[in-house]
T-cell receptor, first 114, second 115 residues
């Protein structure tokens, strides 16, 4: 049981490049989330999903797109990276009962855009 | 509207002393409350939660938290701090009735435990 995994762990992009961050969970959770964490800013929700095939905007969605084609995977895309998107990105998942009420977080992806 | 406030950016405590990290919340419905800990260069780890029942909940690493409905607070406590408790702590709330889809996080409190 790996929990929540994120790929890659580190990435450096040049302005204007694109990339996709992959999040996978093996807990059969309905909900999945993408956050970014910047110094002094806490966690900010980018997008989330309440089930396979559904996505919704969070607090800071601009410049990002997401897809959830399979229940266990949640992809975050940057179509044209900007220096303002330099951050640490965390994926999380949660369910609707028992021990699944809380969120389980992945280890993070550190992204630098130059 | 749902929100969480952690009024202290940083808490300093000596090893062996009790510690408290404060959290207050605002929700429209019934709150599910959580504490997470983040060590440097790591993801957030779940510490404990309040869903229903006893107002005092116990969690990992000897931490506990008390749900106080009248004061809308959920302070994190530990009777005797360890240097290894030094980390960033986040309080979060999930609204059972009105916005179950999202978690609302506080801004985090850095706990420094000195030997």
């Amino acid at each position: 049981n790996a929990g929540v995994t994120q790929t890659p762990k580190f990435r450096v992009l040049k302005t204007g490049q694109s990339m996709t961050l992959l999040c996978a969970q093996d807990m059969n959770h309905e909900y999945m989330y993408w956050y970014r964490q910047d110094p002094g800013m806490g966690l900010r929700l980018i997008h989330y999903s309440v089930g396979e095939g559904t996505t919704a905007k969070g607090e800071v969605p601009d410049g990002y797109n997401v897809s959830r084609l399979k229940k266990q995977n949640f992809l975050l895309g940057l179509e044209s990276a900007a220096p303002s998107q330099t951050s640490v990105y965390f994926c999380a998942s949660s369910g609707t009962s028992g021990r699944a009420y809380e969120q389980y977080f992945g280890p993070g992806t550190r992204l630098t855009v130059t | 509207a749902q929100s969480v406030a952690q009024p202290e950016d940083q808490v300093n405590v000596a090893e062996g002393n009790p510690l408290t990290v404060k959290c207050t919340y605002s929700v429209s419905g019934n709150p599910y409350l959580f504490w997470y800990v983040q060590y440097p260069n790591r993801g957030l780890q779940f510490l404990l939660k309040y869903i229903t029942g006893d107002n005092l909940v116990k969690g990992s690493y000897g931490f506990e938290a008390e749900f106080n409905k009248s004061q809308t607070s959920f302070h994190l406590k530990k009777p005797s701090a360890l240097v290894s408790d030094s980390a960033l702590y986040f309080c979060a709330v999930r609204d059972l009735l009105y916005n179950f889809n999202k978690f609302y996080f506080g801004s985090g409190t850095k706990l420094n435990v000195k030997p």
